[in-house]
């Protein structure tokens, strides 16, 4: 009977066993890398370094080709309005205008000739009208020839200072190729070379601030006066122009500068790796770890367009909180995670 009993006992206690659930394995003890959300994931200003340049600058070149026999000015030297730059040899172009000359007045005289002839009713009227045609045409050609002779003497026409050099005494030079660089004025700005991911920073930037490298502890308000709408095809980089109204004569051309960008408070969200990002319901999460707990929650954010390979995240988070970057996809709510 007690034998009978005992058997039974066991049998309970192996039939509990087996109805009792398995204990559920610990979560994994992740690695993750994370980010610290502050002002410094993105700058609250954007510095490029330029060149002084004039506002307007002229490339002065003669309209036809030829030996290059004298240049009367060097770099820095003011000139003024009309006055004689450089020379190229003139000898053919004057053997070419006084052939043309010479058969202008020849048709002159031709023509003169058969008004008498027309007057006397010798020859025809259509025989005239020829005659005066070639008239035409010759004292045409004739300016034409004047009209080069005097190209080969090329003048500024503008005041200005001339900022480059580019072709020497004895030097063969072509039609259009530029000799002379002449800025005109004293309005002076700064050039600089935009990337691609700052263009529309630089466009709605509250303002700007030059400095030059020689000059320290001045500075000098800048404006943006053009805005390259399309990229170099070798830099990937835009122009961009900011106009110093207030600029004396310490910013001189050609100098070296450096433009801050005063982006607003738009531009200085942080901005976060596109791996950080979560998407649940299509909307935009993160995960943010308790630094006391080392554990994970999901938090939904606003994005606010795309910054590079980043996303900018304008709201949902706080300055100073733990966002991981790597792994995301791996984690769940409340799960305990390694860091770095």
Do not use: H
């Amino acid at each position: 009977m007690k034998l009978r009993i005992l058997g039974a006992a066991a049998l309970s206690v192996l039939a509990l066993a087996a109805c009792s659930k398995p204990e559920a394995p610990a979560q994994p003890l992740r690695t993750v890398r994370v980010m610290k959300v502050n002002g410094d994931a993105v700058p609250p200003g954007l510095t490029f370094p330029g060149e002084v340049r004039a506002r307007y600058e002229s490339r002065l070149a003669f309209r036809l080709g030829g030996k290059l026999v004298e240049r009367r000015v060097d770099v820095g030297a003011a000139v003024k309005r009309g006055q004689v730059l450089a020379r190229l040899d003139a000898q053919d172009a004057s053997l070419n205008a006084a052939q043309a000359e010479a058969a202008r007045a020849l048709a002159e005289a031709e023509a003169k000739r058969y008004r008498e002839l027309r007057g006397k009713n010798f020859v025809s009227q259509a025989v005239l009208d020829a005659k005066e045609t070639a008239l035409k045409t010759a004292a045409a050609q004739a300016g034409v020839a004047r009209n080069q002779a005097g190209y080969t003497t090329l003048v500024a026409d503008r005041d200005g200072v001339v900022t480059a050099v580019e072709a020497e005494a004895g030097q063969v030079v072509a039609a259009g190729q530029t000799v002379l660089r002449v800025a005109e004025g004293s309005e002076r700005e700064i050039v600089v070379a935009v990337p691609e991911a700052d263009v529309e920073k630089v466009r709605a930037a509250e303002g700007f601030e030059v400095t030059l490298n020689s000059v320290a502890g001045r500075s000098w308000a800048g404006r943006l006066r053009e805005l390259s709408p399309a990229a170099d095809a070798q830099t990937r980089t835009f122009t961009a122009r900011i106009a110093v109204p207030q600029a004396d004569e310490a910013v001189r051309l050609g100098m070296s500068a450096r433009v801050a960008a005063k982006v607003g408070r738009g531009d200085t969200a942080p901005a976060l790796p596109l791996s950080a990002f979560v998407t649940r319901n299509d909307q935009a999460n993160v995960w943010v770890v308790d630094p006391a707990t080392q554990t994970v929650k999901l938090t939904r954010v606003e994005t606010d367009g795309v910054a590079g390979n980043a996303l900018r995240v304008k709201g949902g988070l706080a300055p100073g909180q733990l966002v991981v970057t790597a792994g995301a996809n791996l984690l769940e709510d409340g799960q305990k995670v390694r860091l770095p």
